[in-house]
């Protein structure tokens, strides 16, 4: 039990001697406090967030816009991935639902987005098997290199978001 302990939650030299010695809770509670005191700060200085749209539900791809927005404003940079049905976002003519309160649609949101100077791409299979072409997207957003997206994703620092 006393090894499980330890390589269940990685334990450094003294919090394994303090479970060795029989104090096992002591430093279960010292992790746990630790842990937290940790956690906050890496998650603030995280200056990146990845912003995955996948779903062809309209409220589902507002909220990733509103909530993709909303990190922009605190600073930090976004990249949007449009994905599957998800991709339809970027494409010149689509119509989407007016959603209140913002009285906006999500790609007017997506649109802002791309003018205040996030990165905006469709996924590279998604022209292919869509019947769109480069031309049908909005000005502004690219076509995904899937070389360039692993890259990017296994960023330190990097949040990624799937809606």
Same mark, same amino acid.
């Given at each position: 039990?006393?090894?499980?302990?330890i390589?269940?939650?990685? =334990?450094?030299?003294? @919090?394994?001697?303090l +479970?060795?010695?029989?104090?096992?809770? /002591?430093? #279960?509670? =010292?992790?746990?406090?630790?842990?937290?005191?940790?956690?906050?700060?890496?998650?603030?200085?995280?200056?990146d967030?990845?912003?995955?749209?996948?779903?062809?539900?309209? *409220?589902?791809?507002?909220?990733?816009?509103?909530?993709?927005?909303?990190? =922009?404003?605190?600073? +930090?940079? +976004?990249? /949007?991935?449009?994905?599957? *049905?998800?991709?339809r =976002?970027?494409?010149?003519?689509?119509?989407?639902?007016?959603? %209140?309160?913002? *009285?906006?649609?999500?790609?007017?949101? #997506?649109?802002r #987005?791309?003018?205040?100077?996030?990165? /905006?791409?469709?996924?590279a299979?998604?022209?292919?098997?869509?019947? !769109? %072409?480069?031309?049908?997207?909005?000005?502004?957003?690219?076509?995904?290199?899937?070389? %360039?997206?692993?890259? !990017? @994703? #296994?960023?330190?620092? /990097?949040? !990624?978001?799937?809606?």
């Open positions: 039990m006393t090894e499980t302990i390589n269940a939650f990685n =334990l450094p030299d003294a @919090m394994t001697n +479970v060795k010695a029989g104090h096992t809770l /002591v430093a #279960l509670v =010292l992790v746990i406090i630790l842990g937290a005191a940790t956690a906050g700060p890496a998650q603030a200085e995280s200056t967030v990845f912003t995955v749209v996948t779903s062809g539900d309209s *409220e589902t791809q507002m909220m990733a816009m509103v909530l993709s927005n909303q990190m =922009l404003n605190r600073g +930090v940079t +976004v990249r /949007v991935l449009l994905c599957s *049905e998800g991709g =976002l970027g494409v010149e003519g689509e119509l989407f639902p007016v959603f %209140d309160p913002a *009285e906006r649609t999500p790609q007017q949101l #997506l649109q #987005l791309i003018a205040e100077g996030a990165t /905006v791409e469709v996924c299979i998604f022209l292919p098997n869509s019947g !769109y %072409d480069e031309g049908n997207l909005l000005e502004g957003i690219g076509v995904a290199a899937p070389g %360039d997206v692993a890259d !990017y @994703m #296994l960023g330190e620092g /990097v949040r !990624y978001f799937t809606f």
